[in-house]
């Protein structure tokens, strides 16, 4: 009984505490120059620290000796650069402890993602370097509650995709840094045409996974209403897309790998369903085709035999008759005709 005693306290005391799934940061507050932001009063991380989830990102205390007459409320920016810190997830929780943070710089990190939610709470931020880092994924809306940014460093990643609208909203942008990624090796330093060059050639290299999915199911809509012309031209189409995934460096991931080859699969078995659609049409086609000729056979066999008698019908009947036979043969054909287009 005492023994379950001691294991409950324990295991309460960890969720209570935080113990094993949250971080604690020793700083060295500072001030050093940052291009852009200028001096900057922060805190540079001094502790080994080791961030492999997302609930052991979360801060739970920050330690450390702040200069004569300063606070927490004075440091606007965070660096670390120490590459035997494992943090492969961005620090949470943060903003809890520096408010006014418009600086931070995480090198070496290992981080393997960063998103919108990690950077909603730096409305101020300026300056964000993520260089050396293990991201591969740059989503839209990323700095949706970014607008400041003037500089932005992702050099030396993994980044296979850019979504199209990552860097819409960030006007002041001049230094940009994509250089040394997967995708795209280019960077811009301060210069906001050089910035726009940049980015478009993201969007050109860099497409996203996203991109290839809606041309799979623009592929695969198409076959809704089909001709028998239709499916060369799908799997042209198809073969067009699996080459441009091959050739991309999207094939590098083993889970995008996956996920191409299930949509594909989905749009082939489409297909199929499709083509076995078609050839009923084409049997109930056939299968009225054959009652029209055979009622056409007996109209023709009825108009030979008038035409047996018309030693006795008047010019005006007998051109009457051939008229009618004309416009018999004419229905066939466009009865043919709209049946196998």
């Given at each position: 009984?005492?023994?379950?005693?001691?294991?409950?306290?324990?295991?309460?005391s960890a969720l209570i505490c935080g113990l094993g799934d949250s971080a604690d940061m020793e700083c060295e507050f500072e001030n050093s120059f940052?291009?852009?932001?200028?001096?900057?009063?922060?805190?540079?991380?001094?502790?080994?620290?080791?961030?492999?989830?997302?609930?052991?990102?979360?801060?739970?205390?920050?330690?450390?000796?702040?200069?004569?007459?300063?606070?927490?409320?004075?440091?606007?920016?965070?660096?670390?650069?120490?590459?035997?810190?494992?943090?492969?997830?961005?620090?949470?929780?943060?903003?809890?402890?520096?408010?006014?943070?418009?600086?931070?710089?995480?090198?070496?990190?290992?981080?393997?993602?960063?998103?919108?939610?990690?950077?909603?709470?730096?409305?101020?931020?300026?300056?964000?370097?993520?260089?050396?880092?293990?991201?591969?994924?740059?989503?839209?809306?990323?700095?949706?509650?970014?607008?400041?940014?003037?500089?932005?460093?992702?050099?030396?990643?993994?980044?296979?995709?850019?979504?199209?609208?990552?860097?819409?909203?960030?006007?002041n942008l001049a230094w940009l840094y994509l250089n040394g990624n997967n995708c795209i090796s280019m960077y811009a330093d301060n210069n906001q045409?050089?910035?726009?060059?940049?980015?478009?050639?993201?969007?050109?290299?860099?497409?996203?996974?996203?991109?290839?999915?809606?041309?799979?199911?623009?592929?695969?809509?198409?076959?809704?209403?089909?001709?028998?012309?239709?499916?060369?031209?799908?799997?042209?189409?198809?073969?067009?897309?699996?080459?441009?995934?091959?050739?991309?460096?999207?094939?590098?991931?083993?889970?995008?790998?996956?996920?191409?080859?299930?949509?594909?699969?989905?749009?082939?078995?489409?297909?199929?369903?499709?083509?076995?659609?078609?050839?009923?049409?084409?049997?109930?086609?056939?299968?009225?085709?054959?009652?029209?000729?055979?009622?056409?056979?007996?109209?023709?066999?009825?108009?030979?035999?008038?035409?047996?008698?018309?030693?006795?019908?008047?010019?005006?009947?007998?051109?009457?008759?051939?008229?009618?036979s004309t416009f018999s043969f004419a229905f066939v054909f466009v009865i043919i005709y709209m049946l196998y287009d």
């Amino acid at each position: 009984m005492a023994i379950k005693e001691i294991f409950v306290f324990v295991a309460c005391s960890a969720l209570i505490c935080g113990l094993g799934d949250s971080a604690d940061m020793e700083c060295e507050f500072e001030n050093s120059f940052f291009i852009t932001v200028g001096d900057v009063y922060h805190c540079d991380l001094q502790n080994t620290v080791n961030i492999k989830s997302k609930e052991s990102a979360v801060i739970n205390s920050v330690a450390g000796t702040h200069e004569t007459g300063k606070s927490n409320s004075d440091v606007a920016g965070f660096y670390s650069e120490d590459s035997s810190r494992i943090i492969e997830y961005f620090p949470r929780n943060l903003a809890s402890f520096f408010t006014n943070i418009k600086m931070i710089f995480i090198r070496n990190g290992r981080i393997k993602e960063v998103q919108q939610s990690d950077l909603k709470p730096f409305p101020n931020l300026i300056y964000l370097a993520l260089s050396y880092n293990d991201i591969e994924f740059l989503e839209d809306g990323l700095f949706a509650y970014n607008p400041e940014l003037k500089v932005v460093r992702f050099s030396s990643n993994k980044i296979i995709h850019i979504g199209t609208q990552v860097f819409e909203n960030l006007n002041n942008l001049a230094w940009l840094y994509l250089n040394g990624n997967n995708c795209i090796s280019m960077y811009a330093d301060n210069n906001q045409t050089a910035v726009k060059e940049v980015i478009s050639q993201a969007k050109l290299k860099c497409f996203g996974f996203s991109d290839i999915e809606k041309e799979l199911q623009k592929l695969e809509d198409s076959l809704i209403y089909v001709t028998c012309e239709s499916f060369p031209i799908f799997d042209q189409n198809l073969q067009n897309l699996q080459n441009r995934f091959q050739n991309s460096s999207l094939s590098n991931s083993t889970p995008l790998k996956e996920r191409f080859q299930a949509i594909s699969s989905k749009a082939i078995n489409t297909k199929i369903t499709a083509m076995d659609t078609k050839v009923v049409e084409l049997d109930l086609k056939v299968t009225n085709l054959t009652s029209i000729m055979h009622d056409f056979i007996q109209s023709s066999t009825t108009s030979s035999n008038q035409l047996k008698d018309m030693s006795h019908m008047s010019n005006y009947k007998i051109t009457m008759l051939v008229i009618s036979s004309t416009f018999s043969f004419a229905f066939v054909f466009v009865i043919i005709y709209m049946l196998y287009d």
